[in-house]
């Protein structure tokens, strides 16, 4: 028993991942909705930062991981600092509009839009890694799925009706979000190669504290522009940089634990899967969202977005079990002609011994003379 769950562990590894990856995103960004008005946003991002850089620094200093990069044949040293400085760049500016979404509107909505990534994934994925994530058909399809169960969730011809400048932050933001999620996605399998992702997590952390340092200079901005906005309380400027409150600060530390663990899955996933996989499995929080604001905010939830939900679940459902027909079919093949290859050292072998006669050897001419004799003999 625990030998085929090591089997599958070992086949889906980054599918699990992946899909712990969405969870701990999904858990983490309803929680951050509880204090969300009762501390900066600035606060929650240099915790973050800070948690996830001395976290993984440790773990690699334990693990003896070294620091320096894996030298590879088919790349340069100059190509893998350029991948590194767009994953680490993306992954501080991702979550500062992120969580800049996250203040000004719901998370299932936020998770929505950033979960529209994979048909942007698909095309830099392409540009990046060429043979190693190409375009089919069966992804196109999936992708279209997958966008229009994220437009159903969505709904966004609803938001005429009470949209505001603060709407207009958060979906913006949301938007913006998506974008560098994209692009750190990609750049994140490029430079897995010659990083490990106990590294990669760290200075995404660092870049992360960078950051919500920035964020403190924005922010006023941000709230002077909505300043006449019906909403600018979710933006307010009074809000704490430090609350007194002990149980804001535990459940801003655990927001920045869990937020940790989901980049650190997250970057596992992406060096053991194509970026377009993972971006598809992961959208799998967006129907979690969705139930998670039901059970913690109350937020009702309609027909139409269950039906979204129900598309994205089976987008992500058809893309993983068409790839893993895929693998099996590979595998197969490989154990034929390792099979195939196997029997022919043996013959080889045997044709050594003399056990199986060379065609290409010329018959002996003694032996042929004295089979003839016993042929005419008889």
Not at 44 to 52: A, H, K, P, T
Not at 98 to 119: H, K
Not at 155 to 165: D, L, T
Not at 254 to 279: D, M, R, T
Request: hydrophobic share 50%; glycine share 6%; with cysteine.
């Amino acid at each position: 028993m625990a030998r085929q769950w090591m089997v599958v562990i070992k086949r889906h590894g980054g599918v699990l991942l992946a899909l712990a990856s969405a969870l701990l995103m999904s858990v983490y960004s309803e929680i951050f909705q509880l204090v969300k008005h009762r501390i900066q946003r600035s606060t929650v991002l240099i915790l973050r930062g800070s948690i996830q850089f001395v976290l993984l620094i440790v773990v690699a200093l334990a693990w003896r991981t070294p620091f320096r990069a894996r030298t590879l044949m088919d790349s340069t040293p100059t190509k893998m600092i350029l991948a590194l400085m767009v994953v680490v760049g993306s992954g501080g500016l991702r979550l500062f509009f992120l969580f800049l979404g996250l203040q000004c509107i719901p998370a299932a909505t936020v998770l929505t839009i950033l979960n529209g990534s994979p048909a942007l994934v698909l095309i830099i994925s392409h540009l990046a890694l060429k043979d190693q994530d190409q375009i089919t058909p069966r992804k196109v399809l999936c992708a279209i799925v997958l966008i229009i169960g994220v437009a159903l969730n969505f709904q966004i011809y609803e938001w005429h009706q009470n949209f505001s400048k603060t709407s207009l932050i958060g979906v913006s933001a949301s938007v913006t979000a998506l974008v560098f999620s994209s692009l750190g996605s990609v750049y994140t399998k490029v430079a897995g190669r010659a990083y490990d992702k106990k590294h990669l997590s760290a200075y995404i952390g660092l870049s992360v504290m960078v950051v919500g340092v920035f964020s403190t200079v924005v922010d006023p901005l941000i709230v002077q522009w909505a300043a006449n906005d019906n909403e600018t309380s979710q933006l307010a400027d009074n809000i704490p940089f430090l609350p007194n409150d002990i149980g804001v600060i535990a459940i801003t530390l655990l927001v920045a634990v869990l937020g940790s663990l989901q980049q650190f899955c997250n970057i596992a996933a992406l060096q053991l899967e194509a970026p377009s996989k993972v971006s598809m499995v992961r959208a799998l929080n967006i129907p979690l969202s969705f139930a998670l604001d039901l059970g913690l905010m109350g937020v009702p939830v309609n027909g139409i977005q269950i039906f979204g939900a129900i598309l994205v679940f089976l987008a992500i459902i058809a893309s993983n079990l068409n790839s893993n027909i895929c693998q099996r079919n590979i595998a197969s093949q490989a154990h034929e002609v390792s099979s195939l290859s196997s029997s022919n050292l043996e013959d080889k072998e045997h044709m050594n011994d003399g056990l199986i006669p060379n065609r290409n050897e010329a018959p002996n001419s003694s032996d042929f003379r004295s089979n003839l004799k016993i042929v005419s003999a008889n």
